[in-house]
C-alpha cells in the first residue's frame, strides 16, 4: 500500500476512485463529484457526513 497524502493532492477526476481517511477513523472509496464539488461515496454517489483529511491509490486487484 501506498502511504497516505493529504486530499488536496488527491485526483479530482470524476472516474478515480480513491481511499478516502476521514478523521473519525473511517476508510471509505470515494470519488470526486464536479456537480457537488465535493467527494462523494464511490458506490452509491452519496454526499459524505465527513469530508477525507488523507487519501491513498486503491491498490492493484488480484490476478486471477
Do not use: R
Amino acid at each position: 500500500m501506498s502511504e497516505w497524502k493529504t486530499i488536496e493532492s488527491a485526483p479530482k477526476d470524476e472516474n478515480i476512485d480513491i481511499l478516502g481517511y476521514m478523521e473519525k477513523g473511517f476508510i471509505k472509496m470515494v470519488t470526486y463529484c464536479k456537480y457537488y464539488d465535493c467527494w462523494v461515496d464511490a458506490q452509491y454517489h452519496d454526499i459524505l457526513e465527513w469530508e477525507p483529511t488523507h487519501w491513498q491509490p486503491l491498490p492493484e486487484p488480484p490476478k486471477l
